[in-house]
């Protein structure tokens, strides 16, 4: 049902070589034309409403002139298109597949900022995550302008060159060294968990409207609980793909099973269709059990 190691690995390959160039060298790229203009309005137009209810974020973070919204795939039925597109999950593996056996969505949100809305603070998202750093990334993130995006507006600002083992060193941001992409809707802006940014300030006089899609290690506990935004009654709704990123998924070895089995299960049939637990295990880890097993072997 779900992607092989072999295909996973097919995916890093076909990862599309300026994007991934252009990501390492600067931390950050632009995919212009990713998806039509006009699919990307009507995403815009289905979440006029949710955003008309939503309430201001409390805490100094996103602000509090600042709306995020979770769970895209519940708000818009056709966001699949961004969270599943090809050439992005094509460098999503190219860049996280390393260090994991599957990648996961670490988040699906839209956040609208006001008119008059300070610029969030330069951060880098992977200071969530407590382990090493310089070394590896553990997240990859891609920003899907929903209004025309400048630098006035609030668009998102980035510090080309803060990644990878730049994220280490620590200097305070220097603000004139931020960049600000022009960024129409269709376009995606991708950046690692390493790359220093933040929303920039909006000093116009209307919304800025963005959804952020974000990608990490398939063994890490991701932003946006997938279990409870999506669950088997919602995520049985979900192409098999979008669920596997969901965490439909086990990540080798046994990670995240139900009752000893894939938690897809719980998507095709039920606890009682399920025949007991089974172990998922990488081919590596599997020749090392079979080898022990066999050199416990009473010989004749
Ligand atoms: O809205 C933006 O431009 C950036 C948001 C962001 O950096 C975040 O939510 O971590
Ligand atoms: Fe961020």
């Given at each position: 049902?779900?992607?092989?190691?072999?295909?996973?690995?097919?995916?890093?390959?076909?990862?599309?070589?300026?994007?991934?160039?252009?990501?390492?060298?600067?931390?950050?790229?632009?995919?212009?034309d990713a998806l039509p203009a006009q699919r990307i309005n009507r995403l815009?137009?289905?979440?006029?409403?949710?955003?008309?209810?939503?309430?201001?974020?409390?805490?100094?973070?996103?602000?509090?002139?600042?709306?995020?919204?979770?769970?895209?795939?519940?708000?818009?039925?056709h966001?699949?298109a961004l969270?599943?597109?090809?050439?992005?999950?094509?460098?999503?593996?190219?860049?996280?597949?390393?260090?994991?056996?599957?990648?996961?969505?670490?988040?699906?949100?839209?956040?609208?900022?006001?008119?008059?809305?300070?610029?969030?603070?330069?951060?880098?998202?992977?200071?969530?995550?407590?382990?090493?750093?310089?070394?590896?990334?553990?997240?990859?993130?891609?920003?899907?302008?929903?209004?025309?995006?400048?630098?006035?507006?609030?668009?998102?600002?980035?510090?080309?060159?803060?990644?990878?083992?730049?994220?280490?060193?620590?200097?305070?941001?220097?603000?004139?060294?931020?960049?600000?992409?022009?960024?129409a809707p269709g376009s995606?802006?991708?950046?690692?968990?390493?790359?220093?940014?933040?929303?920039?300030?909006?000093?116009?006089?209307?919304?800025?409207?963005?959804?952020?899609?974000?990608?990490?290690?398939?063994?890490?506990?991701?932003?946006?609980?997938?279990?409870?935004?999506?669950?088997?009654?919602?995520?049985?709704?979900?192409?098999?793909?979008?669920?596997?990123?969901?965490?439909?998924?086990?990540?080798?070895?046994?990670?995240?099973?139900?009752?000893?089995?894939?938690?897809?299960?719980?998507?095709?049939?039920?606890?009682?269709?399920?025949?007991?637990?089974?172990?998922?295990?990488?081919?590596?880890?599997?020749?090392?059990?079979?080898?022990?097993?066999?050199?416990?072997?009473?010989?004749?």
């Amino acid at each position: 049902m779900f992607q092989t190691q072999t295909s996973i690995a097919n995916m890093r390959d076909r990862a599309p070589a300026p994007y991934v160039d252009r990501l390492a060298r600067n931390g950050w790229c632009i995919m212009p034309d990713a998806l039509p203009a006009q699919r990307i309005n009507r995403l815009d137009d289905d979440l006029a409403e949710a955003f008309e209810r939503a309430p201001y974020c409390r805490g100094p973070f996103y602000g509090e002139t600042t709306k995020p919204l979770g769970r895209l795939p519940l708000r818009f039925v056709h966001s699949e298109a961004l969270i599943c597109h090809e050439r992005i999950l094509e460098i999503v593996h190219h860049f996280l597949a390393p260090w994991c056996d599957h990648v996961q969505l670490n988040t699906t949100q839209a956040i609208a900022i006001d008119p008059g809305a300070p610029a969030q603070a330069p951060h880098r998202d992977q200071d969530m995550c407590h382990g090493p750093k310089g070394e590896m990334e553990y997240l990859l993130n891609v920003i899907w302008p929903l209004t025309p995006f400048n630098p006035d507006n609030g668009a998102t600002r980035l510090w080309p060159g803060s990644h990878g083992s730049a994220a280490i060193e620590g200097d305070a941001p220097h603000e004139e060294q931020a960049v600000s992409p022009v960024l129409a809707p269709g376009s995606a802006l991708l950046f690692p968990g390493s790359t220093l940014h933040g929303a920039g300030a909006n000093r116009s006089g209307s919304v800025r409207r963005a959804a952020v899609i974000g990608y990490s290690l398939g063994w890490l506990k991701p932003y946006e609980n997938p279990w409870l935004a999506y669950p088997p009654q919602v995520a049985r709704h979900f192409s098999s793909e979008l669920a596997k990123l969901a965490g439909y998924v086990q990540h080798r070895p046994n990670l995240g099973h139900f009752e000893g089995q894939c938690p897809s299960t719980l998507l095709t049939g039920g606890p009682e269709l399920m025949t007991g637990p089974r172990d998922a295990l990488l081919l590596e880890q599997a020749e090392m059990v079979e080898a022990y097993c066999r050199a416990q072997q009473v010989p004749g």
